[in-house]
């Protein structure tokens, strides 16, 4: 059972525009969520995150928008650059053993910034 | 050297053979983990070891066995795969009690 669904398996934009990746949680105890970003032949990097006390956080181009309500969060990228083409994901972090927490990941969203 | 770093990048094993993954952090931490990414499907979390310790198991066949001999180092032995654990396979890093995980960029691995 899927609890962070990202559907859009891919998004194309023209450079200079607004890309808008969207990503739903199912597990209420979610508190906090993480997007990473990961270039093909690379691990994912950190890139944005936010609590669930925030309904918004921005970081120069990049700011994520939270719904509690809708279960729901969205990640703008404005304005996007070809080098924002990549394979984005949405994470939430639960505890899992010990005191580590675990990252449960979506499928990801790939992104494609046209020139 | 800095961050995370698996070696090999790219492996391509039979299923008779034996091979072995490494992750080497250089950033500290003291918690690490196996993620295993097949196509269209979310990054799957395999094994957590913390302070050393094995954490956590996510129904991960035999087949994978991992290995923490300290807290900088990861290893994930690979025996008698089948062609449907071909993927590519993430360690991470954090510090115990966090969530800002460092991920190394995997080893593609390939059964045939």
């Known amino acids: 059972d899927q609890q962070v669904k990202q559907n859009s398996p891919s998004l194309s934009v023209q450079e200079g525009r607004i890309s808008i990746l969207n990503c739903d949680y199912t597990?209420?105890?979610?508190?906090?969520f993480l997007w990473y970003k990961k270039y093909p032949a690379e691990g994912p990097t950190f890139l944005i995150s936010?609590?669930?006390?925030?309904d918004k956080n921005e970081d120069g181009r990049f700011t994520v928008f939270l719904n509690k309500s809708a279960k729901h969060l969205s990640l703008h990228i404005v304005p996007s650059q070809p080098g924002d083409s990549a394979v984005y994901f949405c994470?939430?972090?639960?505890?899992?053993?010990?005191?580590?927490?675990?990252?449960?990941f979506g499928k990801g969203t790939l992104l494609t910034v046209n020139p | 050297e800095t961050g995370v770093t698996q070696t090999p990048r790219h492996l391509v094993m039979g299923m008779t053979n034996k091979k072995s993954l490494k992750c080497e952090q250089h950033?500290?931490?003291?918690?690490m983990y196996w993620y295993k990414q097949s196509a269209k499907k979310p990054l799957e979390l395999m094994f957590v070891?913390?302070?050393?310790?094995?954490?956590e198991n996510n129904s991960v066949p035999s087949r994978f066995s991992p290995e923490c001999p300290n807290s900088s180092h990861l290893f994930l032995h690979l025996h008698t795969l089948q062609p449907e654990d071909s993927a590519l396979y993430l360690c991470?890093?954090?510090?115990?009690?966090?969530?800002?995980?460092?991920f190394g960029s995997g080893t593609r691995l390939t059964v045939v």
């Open positions: 070891y913390s302070l050393e310790e094995r954490v």
């Open positions: 994470a939430a972090p639960l505890m899992g053993g010990g005191s580590n927490y675990k990252l449960t």
């Open positions: 950033l500290g931490h003291n918690a």
């Open positions: 936010i609590s669930s006390i925030k």
């Open positions: 597990n209420s105890m979610f508190d906090y």
């Open positions: 991470a890093s954090s510090q115990e009690g966090g969530w800002g995980y460092t």
